[in-house]
C-alpha cells in the first residue's frame, strides 16, 4: 500500500474489476489501487438465511457491497455477444435496457460485439462453462412474438449465458485472487471524498487517508449512486437526469412460466402503456429463483431477486419496471427512489411490502391470513403484506396492472390472483453522468463507468466497460 498510484478505480464491481483485469493482461506499467468499503467476496455472508430478516449490514449490505458489487450476488446472467433470430443484423445488437448509451455512441455495434465476446471469454476462463439459452427452438421462439405484437408487446429474444448465484461466488473470487497479485486492493475502506487542485482531481480521502493519483476512476455501482450525485453536487460535475426504473419483483408459478423458460430462460418483454404511453419492461427474470431484500448505505431496503444454478424454488421472479425520465428544473432522481423506499420502510418495519396481485386489483389489503391460504408461497417470508397503493403512485400502479394483465394474454396465468408483487424495486441509475469518448466526466481525471454513473445496465455491459476504459488509458499514453 502506497500514498501514490496512477490509477485508483472506485469500487470493486463488474466494471472496476474487468477495467483492472484488462490494464494487467495488456501488461500496463501502471500502479493501479482498487478501493471499496465492502468485504472481500468471501466474507460477503448475508445473514438472512440464518435469521430469516434483513439485519441491514454495516457499513454495507454484504449482498450489494464489495468484491464484485451486486453482480456477486445476482444470478449471473450475461447477454451474449451472439445475434438472437430477433436480432439479426448488426445495427439491432442489443446491449441491454438504455435506450441511449454511451457505449452505443461512441462505439460502432461491431466494436461493443467483439468486446462482448472477449469478456464473455474471461467469464469462461474463470468459471465454469455453461450452455446459451435461446438458441434453439427458433420457430416457437417467432411463434410467440408475433403473440405478443399483437398485444403491442415486444419480446425480445437475447441469448444468455447463465452462471447462478453460487457460480458467480466461485468465479469472482478466482478473479480477485488473480487481481490481488498484481495490483493493490483496499477493503472495508469508505471513500469521502476527492482531492481537487485547479479544477482537476488528484486524490481521493478516505475515513483514514489521503491517497493520491494522476487519476481516478468512479466505478461505484448502484449503491454509491446516493453518495455520486452529492459529489456531482459538490462539484458541479455536469450530469443529466437519466431514467429512473419503478416497479415490482413479481414472483408466480414456475408452472405458469415454464414454457417461456423453458425457451429463452430470461424473457425480455417491453410496452408502452395505453394511457402514458410510458416504457414498461420485465427485468432480470430468475427460474427457480428467490426473492431477497437488499439494503442501501441510508439503511433503506429494497427488493431484488436470484437463481441458483444447484438450488431451487417452486417459483418464478422478475421484475417489472416503469421507466420515467424527468425534466429541468428536477435534478434529484436518486433521491425522490429513496423517498419512496423511505415511505415502504416506515410502514413495513423496515422490510419489503408484498401484496396479492388479486387485492391490488380489488384495492385491498393483503394480510399474514390471505397469505397463509395463497397458493403462491413467497419466497421471501419476511416481507411484509400490505398494500402496494400506498407507496407507489396511481401513474405507476396503473402502469403495472396494465402491463401484466396485457402479458397474460400472451402467457396465460401471468395475471393470477395469487400471483405476488413485491416493492419497491427501484434502478438507481437516473444520475447520468455526461462523459466523453474517453469516459473523462467534466472535472479534468475524473472518469466514470458501470452502473452507478448511469453508463450501462447490467453484468455484460459492466464489465464491458471496464475493459474498454483499460484500453482507453493505454491508449491515451
Not at 268 to 275: E, F, L, M, T, V
Request: hydrophobic residues 35%; proline residues 3%; contains cysteine.
Amino acid at each position: 500500500m502506497q500514498d501514490k498510484y496512477d490509477v485508483i478505480i472506485v469500487g470493486m464491481g463488474p466494471s472496476s474489476i474487468f477495467c483492472a483485469y484488462e490494464l494487467t493482461k495488456i501488461k500496463s506499467k501502471k500502479k493501479i489501487l482498487l478501493i471499496d468499503k465492502g468485504k472481500r467476496v468471501e466474507k460477503r455472508i448475508c445473514p438472512i438465511k440464518d435469521t430469516g430478516k434483513c439485519l441491514k449490514c454495516k457499513p454495507i449490505c454484504n449482498i450489494i457491497g464489495g468484491f464484485s458489487g451486486a453482480g456477486a450476488f445476482s444470478d449471473g446472467k450475461l447477454l451474449s455477444y451472439h445475434l438472437s433470430s430477433y436480432n439479426k443484423s448488426a445495427k439491432d445488437l442489443y446491449i441491454g435496457g438504455k435506450d441511449d448509451s454511451y457505449i452505443k455512441k461512441y462505439y460502432p455495434n461491431s466494436k461493443i460485439k467483439a468486446v462482448m465476446k472477449y469478456v464473455d471469454n474471461i467469464y469462461l476462463e474463470f468459471g465454469e462453462a455453461s450452455s446459451l439459452k435461446g438458441m434453439e427452438r427458433i420457430t416457437e421462439i417467432h411463434d410467440l412474438q408475433e403473440k405478443a405484437k399483437k398485444e403491442k408487446l415486444s419480446l425480445i429474444d437475447v441469448p444468455i449465458r447463465h452462471l447462478g448465484t453460487e457460480k458467480s461466488h466461485e468465479l469472482f473470487y478466482k478473479l480477485e485472487k488473480y487481481l490481488e497479485k498484481k495490483v493493490d486492493m483496499l477493503f472495508e475502506e469508505e471513500i469521502i471524498d476527492l482531492i481537487v487542485e485547479d479544477k482537476k482531481v488528484i486524490g481521493i480521502i478516505s475515513k483514514n487517508k489521503k491517497i493520491y493519483a494522476d487519476k481516478v476512476i468512479l466505478a461505484v455501482g448502484v449503491d454509491g449512486s446516493s453518495w455520486l450525485e452529492q459529489l456531482c453536487l459538490k462539484y458541479k460535475i455536469k450530469k443529466r437526469n437519466g431514467y429512473m426504473d419503478i416497479g415490482i419483483r413479481y414472483e408466480l408459478a414456475n408452472s405458469t412460466m415454464q414454457y417461456v423458460n423453458d425457451l429463452l430462460y430470461e424473457s425480455k418483454i417491453i410496452a408502452h402503456s395505453k394511457c402514458y404511453n410510458d416504457k414498461i419492461r420485465t427485468y432480470c427474470q430468475n427460474p427457480s429463483g428467490f426473492v431477497t431484500p437488499e439494503t442501501y448505505d441510508n439503511g433503506y431496503t429494497l427488493v431484488n431477486g436470484h437463481a441458483y444454478k444447484d438450488k431451487k424454488s417452486n417459483n418464478t421472479n422478475l421484475a417489472i419496471l416503469v421507466s420515467y425520465k424527468f425534466s429541468s428544473p428536477f435534478h434529484q432522481p436518486i433521491e425522490y427512489g429513496f423517498n419512496i423506499a423511505q415511505k415502504a420502510n416506515l410502514i413495513s418495519g423496515g422490510t419489503v411490502i408484498v401484496q396479492r396481485f388479486g387485492d391490488l386489483l380489488n384495492k385491498e389489503k393483503t394480510t399474514s391470513q390471505k397469505m397463509k391460504k395463497n397458493s403462491i408461497k413467497p419466497t421471501m417470508e419476511s416481507a411484509y403484506p400490505y398494500d402496494l397503493s400506498y407507496i407507489l403512485d396511481y401513474r405507476t400502479i396503473n402502469n403495472l396492472i396494465e402491463f401484466i394483465q396485457r402479458v397474460d394474454k400472451i402467457i396465460p396465468g401471468f395475471a393470477n390472483n395469487d400471483n405476488l408483487m413485491y416493492g419497491p424495486e427501484i434502478k438507481f441509475y437516473g444520475n447520468e453522468l455526461i462523459i466523453n469518448k474517453n469516459f473523462e466526466t467534466s472535472l479534468k481525471n475524473l472518469y466514470s463507468i458501470g452502473t452507478g454513473g448511469g453508463l450501462t445496465i447490467g453484468l455484460m455491459m459492466a464489465s464491458a466497460s471496464g475493459v474498454l476504459m483499460a484500453r482507453v488509458l493505454e491508449e491515451k499514453n
